[in-house]
């Protein structure tokens, strides 16, 4: 059985950090992108990150360029994602996803992604 597990989330003051992991078990996914997704409260799910399988591209959304750092490590099957300088409107439910297959850009969209973990919680406080 296939999971994807998140952890770190919290609360946190405004301009803090977080380090979110994402532990993978059931596969490997070295040779997959893997991405991080939020979604907040009345809101739809939205694409932050993503990392291509050798860790050498990255794709961030704009609301978080220059903030957030993703990372992996394949031998641990593990992506992270480093928070930075965290504003209120982070606050969010944070996704780790995978897709099934390989991909040659990092997509965006979530109906290319298969695996999801259950979600870890970020709060950010004024």
């Known amino acids: 059985q296939v999971q994807l597990v998140e952890s770190g989330g919290g609360l946190v003051q405004a301009g803090g950090s977080l380090r979110l992991s994402c532990g993978a078990s059931g596969r490997t996914f070295s040779g997959n992108v893997m991405a991080w997704f939020r979604q907040a409260p009345g809101k739809e799910r939205e694409f932050v990150v993503g990392i291509s399988s050798s860790g050498g591209v990255t794709s961030y959304a704009d609301s978080v360029l220059g903030r957030f750092i993703i990372s992996r490590d394949n031998v641990k099957n593990t992506v992270y994602l480093q928070m930075n300088s965290l504003k209120p409107e982070d606050t969010a439910v944070y996704y780790c996803?995978?897709?099934?297959?390989?991909?040659?850009?990092?997509?965006?969209?979530?109906?290319?992604?298969?695996?999801w973990g259950q979600g870890t919680q970020v709060t950010v406080a004024l």
């Open positions: 996803a995978a897709p099934d297959r390989g991909w040659f850009a990092i997509p965006r969209g979530e109906n290319a992604y298969k695996y």
